[in-house]
């Protein structure tokens, strides 16, 4: 079975900071890798996603990710934090052996100070 | 279009009440997803439609029913619900549950709240 832990449940940068947002996985087969961002009471918005191929994916708003498989992690980065970003961060992984279906990790809250 | 639409946004209901939440997408997505999220929580999936048939109910209470009239919509009837079901949520499409894996499209959500 596969498994994602987002380090840090709340992360606070101020604005214009580097944003690090971390995510492990655990799977047996090669995962695909996702990261939404949900703001208040709406639904969850793909930032980025990592199939197969080139390992640093470049997203939606200037966030981008990298996956390691020696550290079988997929940690999303943006180098300068607006007060726009601050939202809810969710880390999943799927993989076909589970018919696709996303697990997601328990999510990360970023604040933006000004 | 890449929109998964649900109807209503906001909903109160008794606990002895009856009624249904809407999800609508238009993209030729073969599977559909409902789940269930808690506030600062992660998503947890109930139920996967996949080509119109139910193929994972995770261990939901009856009084949830799900069902999927064609392969556009999907619908969740609710019935006797308790205080504890009030959540938000959410609809997902998804080409298929089917090969390679891709991202799942969501709704806005329905916030549910049970009284």
């Known amino acids: 079975a596969q498994s994602v832990t987002q380090l840090g449940s709340h992360v606070s940068v101020s604005e214009g900071a580097l944003v690090l947002l971390r995510c492990n996985y655990s799977s047996s087969v090669p995962p695909y890798l996702f990261w939404y961002v949900q703001y208040p009471n709406q639904g969850l918005q793909l930032l980025l996603k990592y199939t197969t191929g080139a390992t640093l994916v470049k997203g939606i708003n200037g966030f981008e990710a990298e996956f390691k498989k020696s550290e079988t992690s997929f940690h999303l980065t943006k180098p300068s934090a607006h007060m726009s970003d601050a939202a809810e961060y969710f880390c999943a992984v799927s993989v076909p052996q589970a018919g696709n279906m996303l697990t997601f990790g328990g999510g990360t809250r970023l604040m933006v100070k000004p | 279009d890449t929109e998964v639409t649900q109807t209503p946004k906001h909903l109160v209901m008794g606990m002895t009440n009856k009624k249904s939440l809407k999800c609508e997408q238009h993209m030729g997505h073969r599977a559909m997803y409902w789940y269930k999220q808690k506030a600062k929580k992660p998503p947890e999936l109930m139920f996967v439609?996949?080509?119109?048939?139910?193929?994972i109910n995770e261990s939901v209470p009856s009084r949830f029913s799900p069902e999927c009239p064609n392969s556009s919509l999907l619908n969740l009837h609710l019935h006797a619900l308790q205080p504890e079901d009030s959540a938000l949520y959410l609809c997902?499409?998804?080409?298929?549950?089917?090969?390679?894996?891709?991202?799942?499209?969501f709704g806005q959500g329905t916030r549910l709240t049970v009284v």
């Open positions: 439609y996949s080509y119109e048939k139910l193929s």
């Open positions: 997902a499409s998804s080409p298929s549950t089917l090969g390679r894996p891709t991202e799942a499209f």
